[in-house]
């Protein structure tokens, strides 16, 4: 199996569940995946947080991931990877009235997802030549000026961070020459601020 592109997807499809109980089932997927992909600190990371996408706290799991001893098998409760994706994106396409045939997916996002994620105090050590950056859950609810110093960055995902003013965050960022995308998935953002369109 490409658990590469299985955690991407599952990642994409959870964004328009119809169901509770296959959303759930979709959050397990993506957590088996990362972590059969080689990706066990960001499976451990995921599993830890289960309750904020209200679901019950999942010791048993948490506990099998850190010592490396997570089966498939192990988990009865999701018919895991039976779920068809694309079953799911001819869903989301009606439920957002797309009329083509393919749900967009934006390359950089799928970029970022396997970015390491930082936090707001590493910004001094890291290259700042860099194109890629993932700030997503760095509790930062205030950008500082320290990433004017990042003048190649293409994309920078500040998902799942609770920003406190976007019209200054998109002040800050107007002065990067090179950011072409931005991630805010779950960051408070509900209008669109002025100096957009300036």
């Not at 490409?2 to 499809?13: G, I, S």
């Not at 569940?17 to 990706?39: C, H």
């Not at 072409?180 to 369109?197: A, R």
């Amino acid at each position: 199996m490409d658990y590469e592109k299985a955690a991407f997807d599952y990642e994409e499809a959870s964004l328009y569940p119809s169901r509770k109980d296959r959303f759930e089932a979709l959050i397990y997927y993506k957590i088996y995946s990362t972590y059969f992909l080689g990706n066990k600190k960001s499976a451990f990371w995921q599993a830890g947080f289960l309750e904020n996408y209200g679901i019950k706290r999942d010791t048993v799991l948490m506990k099998a991931i850190s010592e490396e001893k997570l089966d498939i098998k192990d988990y009865e409760g999701v018919p895991l990877f039976s779920i068809d994706i694309e079953e799911i994106r001819k869903e989301i396409q009606i439920q957002l009235q797309l009329e083509y045939s393919m749900v967009y997916i934006p390359a950089y996002s799928k970029e970022l997802y396997y970015e390491p994620r930082h936090k707001v105090d590493d910004l001094a050590g890291l290259d700042k030549s860099i194109e890629l950056l993932n700030l997503s859950s760095a509790n930062i609810t205030e950008l500082p000026d320290d990433i004017l110093g990042f003048t190649n960055l293409r994309a920078l995902d500040l998902s799942r961070n609770k920003i406190t003013d976007f019209d200054k965050l998109f002040k800050l960022l107007s002065h990067l020459p090179s950011l072409e995308y931005l991630e805010l998935d779950l960051s408070n953002l509900k209008y669109i601020p002025p100096s957009l369109y300036n």
